[in-house]
């Protein structure tokens, strides 16, 4: 696992950035962080009870705080504060952005919702 060595927030663009100490760079909107947030309200309490988040297309991120050595606590604009999200798991989120994105879009068209 890779730690963070810059954690910035980029408000004009809405985006986290981090880079990392292997050299590597991920840098993640706001909303497909507040989708994809690890907290049991997202994700449920096991596998298969994932929940669609919709309306985010414009959430911002008002807070960040660390969590030991291991992780940070967002805080979105729409109150949302529970996830926590370790290196590892938003090193994940950036592979893995393409593939995440289009699922989540797709999942939004195919239930009838929007990101707004």
């Known amino acids: 696992m890779s730690v963070p060595t810059q954690i910035k927030l980029r408000r004009a663009e809405n985006v986290l950035e981090l880079s990392f100490e292997d050299g590597g760079t991920v840098r993640l909107?706001?909303?497909?962080?507040?989708?994809?947030?690890?907290?049991a309200e997202v994700q449920g309490h096991g596998p298969g009870q994932a929940k669609l988040v919709t309306g985010k297309q414009h959430v911002g991120i008002t807070g960040i705080e660390p969590m030991g050595n291991y992780a940070l606590r967002l805080i979105f604009t729409d109150g949302h504060d529970t996830g926590i999200f370790s290196w590892e798991y938003l090193q994940q989120l950036g592979r893995e952005y393409a593939i995440r994105w289009r699922r989540y879009l797709h999942r939004l068209e195919t239930a009838g919702f929007s990101r707004e």
């Open 29 to 39: 909107p706001a909303e497909y962080l507040r989708v994809e947030s690890p907290s």
